[in-house]
């Protein structure tokens, strides 16, 4: 008996609590950030679109080693001696024409491996995170800035030194035949220029 | 009335009866479904500290607008497995049953769509038709959450249906009529003469009524809300469990119509009580028609102060709904069987008594 | 022309609501578009294929409420009419319904005690293993005396 | 046979404010399927939660796939899942959108390469409409997606296309 | 408290043979291998004699060893000959406070093990994930089906070195 | 009224509103009443194993945060634990000490997400929203230190990814005095109310015994009456330099180890979490966090257990390595892996209801099952 009022009283007492928390919620400012017209503030160390800062990039290939989930591919072109191609902000001299840097990031995992390797920093994480499509296709990003015709130019002006110097190369394995066994016999027409320079 | 102004319009009987029933839909249930579905979102949001609709017209008021019309476009689909007679006419049942109740109850001295002696029993009787529909629409869908989740509903209305009658006959104990109109008309003059404050009674008796008028209060409260599905009672549609109940399987209109019939019920059951315990519609305070000798503003002030009833009777609902947990179906029977109708029967004796003394 | 009742007039008020239920789903007819397929048609089970059929024979205890709510029902529906008047009879009215009443209660009582306002359901016995099991007491297990 | 079915060849004024109409309601009152699959699923719940408060856009989570009109493929999806997600999918009344939410649904994300179990992009089974990119994406991220969304109900269209 | 290796001594005591090596290094930590169809009857001493009182079966893992010879067949695809599996048992006396870690080794061909699910019941999902994965048979388990992957997957057992995945599943491309 | 009813599957999931994902439970019922439950999982396994072994050490970790991802930091944490036992490394005690505020950080966060969803499944919507609103503050504070909301990728091996960020420490102890109110909040919403107490209380009770033979761990045993923490029994990282209670299941309400005991346990550990967050906070030793990290990981040939108290119990990693520098073999002992088997045990006899209610209060991660 002395439960059975008990439990009227508490299921009272308790249902009045209750709705005495809802209520003094109830004319709580919201804590909501209106989106489209009220953004946050992101902080400066934000984890969002990767983005590659070309005019640093050496083409080292170290980013695309670090990343996990293999969403980083990078071809590259050796430059002829002539070719200048400048500095990076911290200079680095570089060597390497890249032919491809494709960030496929529907693929990324936004854990950012790749960034901390990379000797020029600039391959990064930025705060902007507004990039839904609604095509698949255009969520792989291509970061050259060689349009296809200047790439294939590149491509074969170093197939073309590359098979002088294999020439030259040939020539001198030819003639010290019996110390070096063919250090680099690789034919250039059949192989990618994937070079990985460190 | 407007009943006989309609008739004396029209001429026909036929018509303005019908022009009247159609009066408490466009004037009232749509209206009010239309701002009760609105203010129960944001309702809930301010109460979690959220914001709600935001993003269709000011403020959100234009989002079940939107709803609506969304609900038309969407595609109507009937199962292969159901039955498909009864899928279709179970939305019916459930909508008639559940608007039906707006016939006998009063907006205002002026309107009242049927004036029966048997008023408040006919609304209890009549609510029984949308227990037949949501067995009905559980059934057909041939559904397992479907069947259970009507089930459980089924055994829950009906059971809380006995406290509800329990405490009206208390009601009619005190006042010796079921019509809500006279009831209404009753309890005329200020807030004190409302049933909660032991009705029009006078002297000690009145204050002899007082505690117990309270505790009938809080069962009709309870048992209504039972009646209509709401938090802790919402059992049978618990999205929890039961994916969404007895409705799991009706899509577009149909959903629709279950949903008007929920707030349409919703209003109608914070009608009863506030037409048994809280003076219907009359103002707690007498006219500013009075006082002004403008006759026919009355009914627009009565018919305001029902709505006002009626809706913060609904808050109440909602505030509930958001802040409680739900039941367990068998300790929602024990709810009703141990403590509810004991309680009232002991509370009906007692009135009783101090009647008779 | 005949008057028309009251409860002629809650016959229209049914008549209405069919009405506007039939005329808004066909309104919405004319707009939904209509693209059946034969997964869209089965029954839905939380993605599931569905086993067996739902329409068996039910759990005996809805139908033990719907058994006792009648009895009620019926007996409180009795209840009405004396309700009304039994104030012209005084307190020998009232004594009539409260004997009534008092049987009410006691067949409510009796119910009761029976057991059969309880949700039936099999006693829930917590999952012991049987199993012979060294386990010291919670409190002996204290961080004092644990050297690793 | 329902207005929605049909293909005006022609365009007129009519058309057009109904078609206006329609639109607006579909992308105002997105309800979405509540049905979260993994990681992402976290964002999305703290997309309804009060911070970003999903109910300020219309969407409301729907237990049933009768009732809703989006479903947000949230997560990596399964071989196993898929099966049931192309159910899901189909049992929602037309019309209907897919949002595909995070890396795992767009393609496989991590997984792309040695899963042996992970579907690779859940648009093998099932139409997308918006992509949203991140593991997870912010809740902002996906709150930007349903406003591509909304932009693509807008421009919905009764009329045939031609050519 | 008892170290890894007086259980061993111990345990060689009483089972003898079915107890055959104990295996210790410095990164390693210290194991003892048993016979895997006496598994159970150890795993039941070590549970219930008051000095050990393992009462907690903290994790049970398969192990492909790779360590055969690899063949490449006629497609090209490699097999593994005379490899073995292993399943490790890391057991823990929550009472006595010690640990101690079993191991087994199953032959490539037809890896068979006794089932420990009867003697702790945490036992039971990890040997289905065994099963699931390396197609590790254990003898008297109440319930050995697939766990992880769709009950009717018949592209053979995912963890194991070898594995090659299906190019389709229930119509569905599987590779990237 | 022994009358036979027919029995009837129904199947819970994998879509289901409080499955917590996509688990899919077969009921067994004989009208309400749960004859039999079978849990079917695997509609979210990740192939994680697999994964591990074609990636080097640290690339891993993205990996593991995507186990059990309501608690990353705290996987990474048991992870880097594993790895660093194996190489045989010591890490700055600044390092440590962060590592730990990052952890109860996420445990807290954790188990808002555990009651607030508890407190749904149960009909309670708004205790949901409450936690996550809470919750969204710890989640900006990982944010300023790693950028990250969810999936971390923070603590590495022999160090973390970043320091902290000059603000966090202010920050943290600002969210102490404003979360402290928040619990007693939920108290009053939830925890105590009637109706709650009704439908939790005396369902689902685990006892001790069992719960050991099926493996549970964390606040599943700890809601059985036992005095089981590992951060105490087999002290790793710097726990045993902080100074806290370890909650157990007293059977307030019910019984012990009923479905409330589980619950409240929860409750109580948050409060436990902010009292060591505190007390680290206070000892922060100054250092550099990233000094100790190993350029190449490549751990001698070997094998090695290792454990650490998750949010969810005892989180286990046994990695095997041949000496190369991709793991051999990676198996997580994951808490609730075990946790769910117990389901069929807990449930029977009971009604459908109450299968949520035991689901909600063992508190499952599916990523973290399937893995």
């Given at each position: 008996?002395?439960?059975?009022?008990?439990?009227?009283?508490?299921?009272?007492?308790?249902?009045?609590?209750?709705?005495?928390?809802?209520?003094?919620?109830?004319?709580?400012?919201?804590?909501?950030?209106?989106?489209?017209?009220?953004?946050?503030?992101?902080?400066?160390?934000?984890?969002?679109?990767?983005?590659?800062?070309?005019?640093?990039?050496?083409?080292?290939?170290?980013?695309?080693?670090?990343?996990?989930?293999?969403?980083?591919s990078i071809e590259t072109v050796k430059s002829l001696p002539t070719d200048d191609l400048g500095k990076t902000s911290n200079g680095k001299k570089k060597a390497l024409w890249l032919t491809k840097f494709d960030i496929d990031i529907a693929k990324c995992c936004y854990c950012q491996l790749c960034v901390f390797p990379c000797p020029t920093e600039c391959i990064y994480m930025t705060d902007v995170f507004e990039f839904s499509e609604y095509k698949r296709e255009n969520l792989l990003y291509s970061f050259v800035t060689l349009t296809p015709d200047e790439i294939a130019e590149k491509k074969n002006n170093f197939e073309k030194a590359e098979a002088e110097k294999s020439a030259q190369k040939a020539a001198a394995a030819a003639k010290k035949a019996e110390e070096q066994a063919a250090p680099k016999e690789n034919k250039p027409s059949a192989e990618k220029p994937e070079d990985k320079k460190e | 009335m407007i009943y006989d102004f309609l008739l004396k319009l029209t001429g026909s009987e036929i018509a303005a009866g019908f022009i009247q029933s159609l009066l408490p839909l466009f004037v009232f249930i749509l209206p009010f479904a239309l701002i009760?579905?609105?203010?129960?979102?944001?309702?809930?949001?301010?109460?979690?500290?959220?914001?709600?609709?935001?993003?269709?017209?000011?403020?959100?008021?234009?989002?079940?607008?939107?709803?609506?019309l969304k609900l038309m476009q969407k595609e109507d689909i009937v199962t292969d497995n159901s039955d498909k007679a009864l899928f279709n006419i179970a939305p019916v049942l459930v909508f008639t049953g559940s608007y039906a109740a707006f016939a006998a109850i009063p907006f205002s001295g002026a309107f009242i769509g049927s004036n029966i002696d048997l008023g408040l029993f006919f609304i209890v009787a009549v609510s029984g038709l949308v227990v037949a529909g949501i067995l009905m629409a559980g059934w057909a869908s041939n559904n397992k959450y479907t069947l259970l989740g009507a089930m459980r509903?089924?055994?829950?209305?009906?059971?809380?249906?006995?406290?509800?009658?329990?405490?009206?006959?208390?009601?009619?104990?005190?006042?010796?009529?079921?019509?809500?109109?006279?009831?209404?008309?009753?309890?005329?003059?200020?807030?004190?003469?409302?049933?909660?404050?032991?009705?029009?009674?006078?002297?000690?008796?009145?204050?002899?009524?007082?505690?117990?008028?309270?505790?009938?209060?809080?069962?009709?409260?309870?048992?209504?809300?039972?009646?209509?599905?709401?938090?802790?009672?919402?059992?049978?549609?618990?999205?929890?469990?039961?994916?969404?109940?007895?409705?799991?399987?009706?899509?577009?209109?149909?959903?629709?119509?279950?949903?008007?019939?929920?707030?349409?019920?919703?209003?109608?059951?914070?009608?009863?009580?506030a037409a048994v315990f809280f003076g219907g519609y009359q103002s707690p305070f007498g006219y500013l028609g009075n006082s002004l000798g403008i006759s026919w503003f009355i009914p627009i002030e009565?018919?305001?102060?029902?709505?006002?009833?009626?809706?913060?009777?609904?808050?109440?609902?909602?505030?509930?709904?958001?802040?409680?947990?739900?039941?367990?179906?068998?300790?929602?029977?024990?709810?009703?069987?141990?403590?509810?109708?004991?309680?009232?029967f002991v509370n009906l004796l007692i009135v009783g008594l101090i009647t008779v003394l | 022309m005949p008057m028309l009742t009251e409860f002629g007039k809650i016959f229209i008020f049914l008549l209405t609501a069919i009405l506007f239920v039939v005329v808004a789903v066909v309104a919405a007819k004319l707009i939904r578009p209509s693209r059946p397929t034969r997964e869209k048609l089965l029954t839905y089970e939380c993605g599931e294929n569905t086993e067996g059929t739902p329409w068996v024979k039910f759990n005996i205890r809805f139908y033990v409420v719907a058994l006792i709510f009648l009895i009620f029902d019926v007996e409180v529906v009795l209840l009405i009419p004396w309700a009304m008047v039994y104030q012209s009879f005084g307190f020998s009215g009232y004594i009539v319904g409260v004997i009534f009443l008092l049987l009410l209660g006691l067949g409510m009582a009796y119910e009761w005690r029976k057991g059969d306002l309880e949700w039936e359901r099999p006693k829930i016995v917590p999952p012991v293993l049987a199993e012979k099991m060294n386990l010291e007491k919670p409190d002996q297990l204290t961080p004092k005396e644990i050297s690793i | 046979m329902g207005l929605l079915d049909k293909q005006f060849t022609d365009d007129n004024?009519?058309?057009?404010?109904?078609?206006?109409?329609?639109?607006?309601?579909?992308?105002?009152?997105?309800?979405?399927?509540?049905?979260?699959?993994?990681?992402?699923?976290?964002?999305?719940?703290?997309?309804?939660?009060?911070?970003?408060?999903?109910?300020?856009?219309?969407?409301?989570?729907?237990?049933?796939?009768?009732?809703?009109?989006?479903?947000?493929?949230?997560?990596?999806?399964?071989?196993?899942?898929?099966?049931?997600?192309?159910?899901?999918?189909?049992?929602?009344?037309?019309?209907?959108?897919?949002i595909s939410m995070g890396s795992c649904s767009n393609c496989g994300g991590p997984y792309w390469e040695h899963g042996y179990h992970v579907l690779k992009g859940v648009d093998r089974v099932i139409p997308v409409d918006v992509y949203v990119p991140g593991c997870p994406p912010r809740p902002e991220a996906l709150l930007e997606g349903l406003l591509k969304l909304q932009e693509k109900i807008r421009n919905e269209s009764l009329v045939k296309k031609t050519a | 408290m008892k170290t890894t290796e007086e259980i061993f001594n111990l345990l060689k005591e009483k089972f003898g043979e079915s107890i055959i090596e104990f295996k210790t290094g410095v990164p390693v930590e210290d194991f003892i291998v048993v016979n895997p169809f006496e598994i159970d009857k150890v795993c039941t001493f070590l549970r219930d004699t008051d000095s050990y009182q393992f009462n907690n079966l903290m994790n049970l893992s398969g192990v492909d060893d790779a360590n055969g010879k690899k063949?490449?067949?006629?497609?090209?695809?490699?097999?593994?000959?005379?490899?073995?599996?292993?399943?490790?048992?890391?057991?823990?006396?929550?009472?006595?406070?010690?640990?101690?870690?079993?191991?087994?080794?199953?032959?490539?061909?037809?890896?068979?093990?006794?089932?420990?699910?009867?003697?702790?019941?945490?036992?039971?999902?990890?040997?289905?994930?065994?099963f699931d994965m390396f197609g590790i048979k254990f003898l008297n388990h109440p319930d050995l089906r697939r766990i992880l992957m769709p009950y009717d997957w018949e592209a053979g057992y995912p963890l194991r070195k070898d594995y090659k995945n299906p190019e389709f599943y229930q119509g569905m491309k599987v590779p990237y | 009224m022994p009358v036979k009813t027919e029995e009837m599957i129904l199947n819970m999931g994998p879509q289901h509103p409080s499955t917590h994902g996509v688990l899919r439970l077969e009921l067994l019922l004989e009208g309400e009443i749960i004859k039999g439950v079978k849990p079917h999982i695997g509609y979210l396994h990740r192939c994680f194993e697999k994964h591990a072994e074609a990636m080097t050490y640290p690339q891993v970790i993205p990996y593991v945060d995507r186990l059990d991802y309501l608690s990353s930091m705290y996987n990474e944490f048991g992870y880097v634990t594993a790895v660093e036992k194996l190489l045989g490394i010591e890490v700055p005690q600044r390092v440590e000490y962060i590592r730990v505020i990052m952890g109860e950080l996420q445990r807290i966060a954790s188990h808002l997400v555990a009651i607030g969803t508890y407190g749904a499944d149960l009909g309670a919507f708004t205790p949901f929203l409450f936690a996550f609103r809470d919750r969204e503050k710890i989640l900006s504070l990982f944010e300023i230190t790693c950028g990250a909301r969810l999936l971390y990728n923070y603590i590495w091996i022999g160090g973390l990814s970043h320091d902290l960020h000059p603000d966090f420490v202010r920050l943290a102890r600002e969210f102490i005095p404003y979360f402290r109110p928040k619990i007693?909040?939920?108290?009053?919403?939830?925890?105590?109310?009637?109706?709650?107490?009704?439908?939790?209380?005396?369902?689902?009770?685990?006892?001790?015994?069992?719960?050991?033979?099926?493996?549970?761990?964390?606040?599943?045993?700890?809601?059985?009456?036992?005095?089981?923490?590992?951060?105490?029994?087999?002290?790793y990282s710097v726990y045993d330099k902080f100074d806290f209670n370890i909650p157990v299941g007293e059977g307030r309400m019910g019984t012990v180890g009923d479905c409330w005991d589980r619950y409240f346990v929860r409750i109580l550990e948050m409060e436990e979490s902010l009292k060591i967050i505190e007390q680290a906070l206070d000892q922060l030793p100054e250092g550099d966090v990233t000094s100790a990290i190993p350029k190449r990981v490549k751990p001698p040939i070997g094998q090695v257990y290792a454990r650490v108290e998750n949010p969810r119990g005892e989180l286990g990693y046994f990695i095997i390595s041949d000496g190369s520098v991709n793991p051999f073999r990676v198996k997580v002992r994951a808490p609730s892996f075990i946790s769910l088997s117990v389901m069929d045990e807990l449930c029977r006899g009971h009604m459908i209801a109450d299968v949520i209610a035991i689901l909600g209060s063992i508190d499952i991660v599916l990523g973290e099952i399937d893995r």
């Amino acid at each position: 008996m002395r439960e059975y009022f008990n439990n009227i009283w508490l299921g009272l007492t308790t249902v009045f609590i209750g709705m005495n928390v809802t209520f003094k919620h109830l004319f709580k400012p919201a804590v909501t950030i209106q989106y489209p017209d009220v953004k946050l503030l992101l902080p400066e160390r934000e984890r969002n679109r990767l983005y590659v800062n070309m005019d640093d990039c050496i083409g080292c290939d170290q980013c695309a080693r670090a990343c996990p989930v293999s969403c980083i591919s990078i071809e590259t072109v050796k430059s002829l001696p002539t070719d200048d191609l400048g500095k990076t902000s911290n200079g680095k001299k570089k060597a390497l024409w890249l032919t491809k840097f494709d960030i496929d990031i529907a693929k990324c995992c936004y854990c950012q491996l790749c960034v901390f390797p990379c000797p020029t920093e600039c391959i990064y994480m930025t705060d902007v995170f507004e990039f839904s499509e609604y095509k698949r296709e255009n969520l792989l990003y291509s970061f050259v800035t060689l349009t296809p015709d200047e790439i294939a130019e590149k491509k074969n002006n170093f197939e073309k030194a590359e098979a002088e110097k294999s020439a030259q190369k040939a020539a001198a394995a030819a003639k010290k035949a019996e110390e070096q066994a063919a250090p680099k016999e690789n034919k250039p027409s059949a192989e990618k220029p994937e070079d990985k320079k460190e | 009335m407007i009943y006989d102004f309609l008739l004396k319009l029209t001429g026909s009987e036929i018509a303005a009866g019908f022009i009247q029933s159609l009066l408490p839909l466009f004037v009232f249930i749509l209206p009010f479904a239309l701002i009760a579905v609105l203010l129960e979102r944001k309702v809930s949001a301010h109460m979690q500290d959220r914001l709600g609709p935001m993003r269709v017209g000011y403020h959100g008021i234009f989002q079940t607008v939107a709803d609506i019309l969304k609900l038309m476009q969407k595609e109507d689909i009937v199962t292969d497995n159901s039955d498909k007679a009864l899928f279709n006419i179970a939305p019916v049942l459930v909508f008639t049953g559940s608007y039906a109740a707006f016939a006998a109850i009063p907006f205002s001295g002026a309107f009242i769509g049927s004036n029966i002696d048997l008023g408040l029993f006919f609304i209890v009787a009549v609510s029984g038709l949308v227990v037949a529909g949501i067995l009905m629409a559980g059934w057909a869908s041939n559904n397992k959450y479907t069947l259970l989740g009507a089930m459980r509903s089924a055994a829950q209305v009906i059971s809380y249906e006995i406290p509800t009658i329990l405490v009206i006959i208390t009601i009619v104990m005190i006042t010796g009529t079921l019509n809500l109109y006279t009831l209404s008309e009753l309890q005329t003059g200020h807030f004190w003469n409302w049933m909660i404050f032991g009705g029009p009674s006078t002297g000690l008796i009145k204050v002899a009524f007082i505690p117990f008028m309270i505790i009938g209060f809080v069962i009709i409260y309870i048992s209504t809300l039972a009646e209509v599905n709401r938090t802790p009672f919402d059992i049978p549609e618990a999205e929890s469990e039961l994916v969404s109940g007895y409705h799991t399987e009706y899509s577009g209109m149909k959903f629709a119509m279950f949903f008007l019939a929920e707030y349409a019920n919703m209003f109608a059951v914070s009608a009863i009580v506030a037409a048994v315990f809280f003076g219907g519609y009359q103002s707690p305070f007498g006219y500013l028609g009075n006082s002004l000798g403008i006759s026919w503003f009355i009914p627009i002030e009565q018919f305001f102060w029902f709505t006002f009833k009626g809706i913060f009777f609904v808050l109440v609902q909602m505030w509930l709904r958001w802040t409680l947990p739900r039941l367990r179906v068998d300790q929602l029977m024990a709810l009703c069987w141990k403590y509810l109708i004991p309680i009232a029967f002991v509370n009906l004796l007692i009135v009783g008594l101090i009647t008779v003394l | 022309m005949p008057m028309l009742t009251e409860f002629g007039k809650i016959f229209i008020f049914l008549l209405t609501a069919i009405l506007f239920v039939v005329v808004a789903v066909v309104a919405a007819k004319l707009i939904r578009p209509s693209r059946p397929t034969r997964e869209k048609l089965l029954t839905y089970e939380c993605g599931e294929n569905t086993e067996g059929t739902p329409w068996v024979k039910f759990n005996i205890r809805f139908y033990v409420v719907a058994l006792i709510f009648l009895i009620f029902d019926v007996e409180v529906v009795l209840l009405i009419p004396w309700a009304m008047v039994y104030q012209s009879f005084g307190f020998s009215g009232y004594i009539v319904g409260v004997i009534f009443l008092l049987l009410l209660g006691l067949g409510m009582a009796y119910e009761w005690r029976k057991g059969d306002l309880e949700w039936e359901r099999p006693k829930i016995v917590p999952p012991v293993l049987a199993e012979k099991m060294n386990l010291e007491k919670p409190d002996q297990l204290t961080p004092k005396e644990i050297s690793i | 046979m329902g207005l929605l079915d049909k293909q005006f060849t022609d365009d007129n004024i009519i058309i057009t404010k109904v078609e206006d109409v329609l639109n607006w309601a579909r992308l105002s009152s997105l309800w979405q399927m509540g049905f979260g699959l993994a990681c992402c699923a976290i964002e999305m719940m703290a997309t309804s939660a009060s911070h970003y408060d999903f109910d300020r856009f219309g969407v409301i989570p729907r237990p049933s796939p009768r009732q809703s009109d989006v479903i947000i493929i949230s997560g990596t999806v399964t071989l196993k899942m898929a099966i049931r997600i192309k159910r899901l999918y189909e049992q929602m009344p037309d019309p209907k959108y897919v949002i595909s939410m995070g890396s795992c649904s767009n393609c496989g994300g991590p997984y792309w390469e040695h899963g042996y179990h992970v579907l690779k992009g859940v648009d093998r089974v099932i139409p997308v409409d918006v992509y949203v990119p991140g593991c997870p994406p912010r809740p902002e991220a996906l709150l930007e997606g349903l406003l591509k969304l909304q932009e693509k109900i807008r421009n919905e269209s009764l009329v045939k296309k031609t050519a | 408290m008892k170290t890894t290796e007086e259980i061993f001594n111990l345990l060689k005591e009483k089972f003898g043979e079915s107890i055959i090596e104990f295996k210790t290094g410095v990164p390693v930590e210290d194991f003892i291998v048993v016979n895997p169809f006496e598994i159970d009857k150890v795993c039941t001493f070590l549970r219930d004699t008051d000095s050990y009182q393992f009462n907690n079966l903290m994790n049970l893992s398969g192990v492909d060893d790779a360590n055969g010879k690899k063949i490449t067949g006629e497609q090209g695809e490699v097999k593994l000959e005379g490899r073995t599996f292993s399943l490790f048992y890391h057991l823990e006396s929550m009472s006595l406070k010690q640990k101690v870690t079993l191991a087994v080794r199953m032959p490539g061909e037809n890896p068979e093990v006794s089932s420990v699910s009867e003697i702790w019941r945490s036992a039971d999902w990890h040997e289905r994930e065994a099963f699931d994965m390396f197609g590790i048979k254990f003898l008297n388990h109440p319930d050995l089906r697939r766990i992880l992957m769709p009950y009717d997957w018949e592209a053979g057992y995912p963890l194991r070195k070898d594995y090659k995945n299906p190019e389709f599943y229930q119509g569905m491309k599987v590779p990237y | 009224m022994p009358v036979k009813t027919e029995e009837m599957i129904l199947n819970m999931g994998p879509q289901h509103p409080s499955t917590h994902g996509v688990l899919r439970l077969e009921l067994l019922l004989e009208g309400e009443i749960i004859k039999g439950v079978k849990p079917h999982i695997g509609y979210l396994h990740r192939c994680f194993e697999k994964h591990a072994e074609a990636m080097t050490y640290p690339q891993v970790i993205p990996y593991v945060d995507r186990l059990d991802y309501l608690s990353s930091m705290y996987n990474e944490f048991g992870y880097v634990t594993a790895v660093e036992k194996l190489l045989g490394i010591e890490v700055p005690q600044r390092v440590e000490y962060i590592r730990v505020i990052m952890g109860e950080l996420q445990r807290i966060a954790s188990h808002l997400v555990a009651i607030g969803t508890y407190g749904a499944d149960l009909g309670a919507f708004t205790p949901f929203l409450f936690a996550f609103r809470d919750r969204e503050k710890i989640l900006s504070l990982f944010e300023i230190t790693c950028g990250a909301r969810l999936l971390y990728n923070y603590i590495w091996i022999g160090g973390l990814s970043h320091d902290l960020h000059p603000d966090f420490v202010r920050l943290a102890r600002e969210f102490i005095p404003y979360f402290r109110p928040k619990i007693k909040e939920m108290n009053d919403l939830l925890s105590y109310n009637k109706i709650f107490v009704e439908r939790t209380a005396n369902v689902g009770i685990l006892p001790p015994e069992t719960a050991i033979n099926f493996g549970v761990s964390g606040p599943n045993l700890r809601g059985s009456g036992l005095k089981w923490d590992l951060r105490r029994n087999d002290p790793y990282s710097v726990y045993d330099k902080f100074d806290f209670n370890i909650p157990v299941g007293e059977g307030r309400m019910g019984t012990v180890g009923d479905c409330w005991d589980r619950y409240f346990v929860r409750i109580l550990e948050m409060e436990e979490s902010l009292k060591i967050i505190e007390q680290a906070l206070d000892q922060l030793p100054e250092g550099d966090v990233t000094s100790a990290i190993p350029k190449r990981v490549k751990p001698p040939i070997g094998q090695v257990y290792a454990r650490v108290e998750n949010p969810r119990g005892e989180l286990g990693y046994f990695i095997i390595s041949d000496g190369s520098v991709n793991p051999f073999r990676v198996k997580v002992r994951a808490p609730s892996f075990i946790s769910l088997s117990v389901m069929d045990e807990l449930c029977r006899g009971h009604m459908i209801a109450d299968v949520i209610a035991i689901l909600g209060s063992i508190d499952i991660v599916l990523g973290e099952i399937d893995r």
